[in-house]
């Protein structure tokens, strides 16, 4: 099976699991586990903060941040396909009681003046704008990676009203790694970000919240609050150490994304626009034939994949698949097509 369903089906090699084994470990809520200390010391250092949150998933790093900014009744402004708007169970209404202000945002992140706009003052009538948010890559939009500049820009206005910004940042490595930029670079404008150790980076579990002293020791109480307080976590922490010597092996993950689109958009019925990161997605109503059925063809191929919108399917490299699987997957598809 060449599972190409998305960068979170990797599973921990001999590195990770020998490191879970060995890890020196304490109850964390007492912050005693030296484990998950290493790993939050090494995180904010890798995205530039002062602290940095080992979360239990990136939904629970970008709920907590949600939480941590605002104020109940607020707005948070955020492009229409963001993470948070999409996938998160209207979490940001549910847990943080926001009311979301979506924009259809180019490239997914807000123009400045689309920033401006959607800004709202507080008064009477208006509960004011209690977050910006802006993601990196962009995952429904296609695996984007949003340069500096932009996520800058998109920043400035909210700084020139006061409002922080968050950067969910799942796959901000891939973003930095397909740039060429230094991660810091990216996240240097925004006021925390979160990104994920369980995908591209391939550990079996976790994700970090990162900022200010300030908004980590707010953000711990709230993970606490949210049932997210871990009492052992150096098993899982130890993983995500290794996880973070992995950065460099995106690289690959992305050649291989774009070998996988160049020869898919070869393939009858499949449109693929030419990859950014690790995502590809391909337009199959050329196919003729419904999302869902050319999904099943896939899988009768030993080749998994998953539906994202109505014509669409995503495939995502990662590093359980190697150049060798990307071919014969290919091979597959065509065979099947
Ligand atoms: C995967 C993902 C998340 C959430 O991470 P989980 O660990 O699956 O909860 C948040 N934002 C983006 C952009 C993602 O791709």
Redesign the pocket.
């Known amino acids: 099976m060449i599972d190409l369903r998305s960068d979170?089906v990797t599973k921990p090699d001999d590195r990770m699991r020998d490191a879970a084994h060995a890890a020196d470990v304490g109850d964390d809520v007492y912050r005693e586990d030296p484990t998950v200390a290493e790993l939050e010391r090494r995180a904010a250092d890798r995205v530039g903060t002062e602290a940095a949150l080992y979360v239990p998933?990136?939904?629970?790093g970008?709920q907590i941040a949600a939480r941590v900014h605002t104020e109940r009744g607020q707005e948070l402004l955020a492009d229409r396909k963001s993470?948070v708007v999409k996938y998160e169970l209207g979490g940001a209404a549910d847990h943080s009681n926001l009311q979301v202000r979506m924009v259809d945002a180019e490239r997914g992140v807000p123009s400045p003046s689309q920033v401006a706009d959607g800004l709202v003052e507080e008064s009477l009538h208006r509960p004011g704008t209690g977050l910006l948010w802006l993601?990196n890559t962009h995952?429904a939009r296609g695996g984007l990676a949003i340069d500096p500049e932009r996520i800058a820009a998109a920043a400035e206005p909210a700084r020139e009203h006061d409002v922080p910004v968050h950067l969910?940042g799942?796959?901000v490595f891939n973003a930095a790694t397909a740039l060429d930029v230094p991660v810091t670079e990216i996240t240097e404008p925004v006021d925390s970000v979160m990104f994920?150790l369980?995908?591209g980076l391939g550990a079996p579990i976790g994700?970090m919240l990162a900022g200010s002293e300030a908004f980590v020791e707010e953000a711990r109480r709230v993970r606490k609050l949210f049932g997210g307080g871990l009492r052992q976590a150096g098993i899982i922490a130890a993983p995500g150490l290794e996880a973070l010597e992995n950065v460099e092996d995106l690289e690959r993950d992305h050649e291989h994304a774009e070998l996988l689109a160049e020869e898919l958009d070869g393939i009858d019925g499949f449109d693929v626009q030419p990859p950014e990161t690790n995502i590809v997605l391909a337009d199959v109503s050329g196919t003729g034939l419904e999302t869902e059925a050319v999904i099943e063809r896939l899988e009768e191929e030993d080749v998994l994949a998953t539906q994202f919108g109505p014509s669409t399917v995503r495939f995502c490299t990662h590093r359980d698949v190697s150049r060798e699987d990307v071919e014969t997957a290919l091979e597959r598809i065509e065979a099947a097509f």
């Open positions: 979170t998933s990136g939904t629970m970008n993470h993601e995952n969910d799942a796959r994920c369980s995908k994700s």
